[in-house]
């Protein structure tokens, strides 16, 4: 969705991210949050990491 891999397997950290980068991602774990069935996305860090 964002077009780089998430922190679990590798890629950026949210404090290396541009300011940019960092809305898209958050775009991106609010969805993938709403289709594990939750509203927070603190539940998709434990998927994704930080």
């Given at each position: ?20 980068q ?29």
């Amino acid at each position: 969705m964002t077009g780089w891999k998430a922190p679990a397997v590798g890629g950026p950290c949210a404090k290396d991210l541009t300011a940019a980068q960092h809305v898209l991602d958050v775009e991106a774990r609010q969805t993938i949050s709403r289709e594990l069935g939750h509203e927070r996305t603190q539940i998709s860090a434990v998927y994704l990491g930080k």
